[in-house]
């Protein structure tokens, strides 16, 4: 099983509508959850992060559930600049740094290819 | 702006030379990564560095790459001999990690290094 999974996409809807991006993560001892977006030919930025209790961000609303290794956003109100490929981003600890403190990488899901039409 | 810098941006090579990469950092930040991206699997963690030390390149093969970060403003990756199947777009990114979380809770991603194998 891959360490982060997502919807493959590609999702096309109309202006205005709703949308949802799923993802999944297989190590329980990831630490921490982002959504990154990136434009075409263009390298990936952070959206936002994802918390535990749920956050959100104007249209865009980021949850998280620990127990089913789940993460998501969603976007309402769709505009065309919200056309993107949009990643799911994992924080995990690494391994235990010989100087003390553990040590964190950043695993991406492939990505799901957002494309808003007129 | 700080940023993370690149070079070449583009880069055309036959099968067999030798390509080097290049990436400068943002100043100050302690943990740099280099990534693959591809259509097929998307993004990939090939190695990173916290403190100039490398801390895991499992995702790199060992036979032909070879990452290094000679000094705090320099890492590079070097593929040798270079391969059509190393064709993709060769990101570099910076954070300041501390204690398991970054920085405004993101890395900062170059603009890539966009190379073709033929």
């Known amino acids: 099983r891959k360490e982060v999974e997502q919807d493959p996409g590609p999702f096309n809807v109309p202006e205005g509508a709703t949308v949802a991006f799923n993802c999944t993560y297989s190590?329980?001892?990831?630490?921490?959850f982002f959504w990154y977006r990136q434009d075409c030919r263009k390298e990936p930025k952070l959206l936002m992060s994802v918390y535990s209790s749920g956050n959100e961000d104007g249209r865009f609303t980021a949850q998280l559930n620990r127990a089913s290794q789940y993460i998501s956003l969603l976007i309402r109100d769709s505009k065309l600049s919200d056309s993107a490929t949009y990643l799911c981003?994992?924080?995990?600890?690494?391994?235990?740094?010989?100087?003390?403190?553990?040590?964190?990488?950043?695993?991406f899901g492939k990505g799901t290819l957002l494309t808003v039409n007129p | 702006d700080a940023r993370v810098t690149q070079t070449p941006r583009h880069k055309v090579t036959e099968m067999g030379q030798e390509v080097t990469m290049r990436c400068q950092p943002i100043?100050?930040?302690?943990?740099v990564f280099w990534y693959r991206q591809t259509m097929m699997q998307g993004l990939e963690l090939l190695a990173y560095?916290?403190?100039?030390?490398?801390?895991?390149d499992s995702g790199m093969p060992k036979d032909r790459f070879s990452a290094e970060m000679p000094d705090a403003t320099l890492a590079t990756l070097k593929i040798q001999p270079s391969e059509p199947r190393d064709s993709a777009v060769y990101f570099c990114?910076?954070?300041?990690?501390?204690?398991?979380?970054?920085?405004?809770?993101?890395?900062?991603f170059g603009e890539g290094s966009w190379l073709t194998v033929v």
């Open positions: 560095f916290r403190n100039r030390a490398p801390l895991d």
């Open positions: 100043l100050g930040h302690n943990t």
């Open positions: 981003v994992v924080n995990l600890a690494h391994r235990p740094s010989n100087s003390g403190g553990s040590n964190y990488k950043l695993t």
């Open positions: 990114a910076s954070g300041q990690n501390k204690d398991g979380r970054f920085s405004g809770n993101t890395i900062y």
């Open positions: 190590n329980s001892a990831s630490q921490s």
